[in-house]
Nanobody
Framework: VQLQASGGGLVQAGGSLRLSCAAS????????IGWFRQAPGKERQFVAG????????QYGDSVKGRFSISGDNSVNTVDLQMNSLEPEDTAVYYCAAAVYPLATMDEYKYEFWGQGTLVTVSS
């Protein structure tokens, strides 16, 4: 499966952005999907994930209550709605797919990765 992340940009603190991850080659229903981010000089961090069935969703502690992950199998996309953005959310955001069925935080369980989209939050 090939993944394409989009929707990044520049936003002021307190604002919102919606990222989208589109898949080609296979359908999302065959994979668990995760969103990760990596800020300059920092390790990659789990943001949110949804299980293959769509019934189990998990969020990283730093985004709980602000971010929401959702999928649309009809158009083969998984979106990440980001609200109440903070400068600390500035990073390159990646979507990834795992044959592993659950919404795992373990990046090493994800076999396929998109190219990343940059989110910059100004203070």
């Amino acid at each position: 499966v090939q993944l394409q992340a989009s929707g990044g940009g520049l936003v002021q603190a307190g604002g919102s952005l919606r990222l989208s991850c589109a898949a080609s080659g296979r359908t999302f229903s065959e994979y668990a999907i995760g969103w990760f981010r990596q800020a300059p000089g920092k390790e990659r961090q789990f943001v949110a994930g949804v299980s293959r069935s769509g019934g189990w969703i998990q969020y990283g502690d730093s985004v709980k209550g602000r971010f929401s992950i959702s999928g649309d199998n009809s158009v083969n996309t998984v979106d990440l709605q980001m609200n109440s953005l903070e400068p600390e959310d500035t990073a390159v955001y990646y979507c990834a797919a795992a044959v592993y069925p659950l919404a795992t935080m373990d990046e090493y369980k994800y076999e396929f990765w998109g190219q990343g989209t940059l989110v910059t939050v100004s203070s």
